[in-house]
């Protein structure tokens, strides 16, 4: 099943549950999101710092997913992502990193959006080549197959990962409407 029949049988069932709100025993309309990072060292060692955020997706990402719900281009909603060693507190209102380190995001290795339970999961497997303390990631969207450059759909903050060359992140982001 290719991901554009996925994605409008996603839009069909957000929009089956959104239609509810109309009614008056209508359930609330709810999106939930978390990161979880891996770190892979040179040595190939792994380390799995879990989640390291939730719930905060940006009032641009929020717009995003209204404008892909009602068919205003076609999306590939949090497909890419970029890190950053800004340590600002994240934001509603934020609409990029602070600091960045890529200047592009990088797309999802595995992107998987599952329509029966309302669930979005991309993994971005990012390798640095200089070291760094990388502290913020950013997730994109793609419209109509281009970035979406001006506002991240969301914003992380978290302890420090000092990374060097030839170290790999995986940044593994999961959107769910509830």
Do not use: H
């Not at 290795?109 to 669930?119: A, F």
């Amino acid at each position: 099943m290719n991901w554009q029949k996925l994605l409008w049988e996603f839009r069909w069932r957000l929009w089956k549950r959104f239609g509810k709100l109309l009614l008056p025993d209508a359930e609330p309309l709810d999106m939930v999101s978390e990161l979880r990072i891996v770190v892979q060292y040179p040595n190939k060692k792994r380390e799995d710092l879990g989640i390291v955020s939730r719930q905060l997706i940006t009032n641009e990402g929020k717009k995003q997913v209204l404008e892909a719900l009602f068919g205003a281009g076609t999306y590939k909603i949090a497909f890419g992502g970029t890190s950053g060693t800004g340590d600002t507190p994240p934001s509603v209102n934020d609409t990029n990193l602070k600091n960045p380190i890529q200047t592009m995001p990088i797309d999802a290795v595995n992107y998987t959006i599952d329509t029966t339970n309302l669930r979005l999961k991309s993994e971005i497997t990012i390798a640095y080549t200089q070291p760094a303390s990388v502290s913020e990631f950013a997730v994109w969207s793609k419209k109509n197959d281009i970035y979406i450059t001006t506002a991240c759909f969301d914003r992380s903050v978290f302890p420090p990962i000092n990374v060097d060359n030839d170290f790999y992140v995986s940044y593994y982001y999961t959107l769910e409407i509830a």
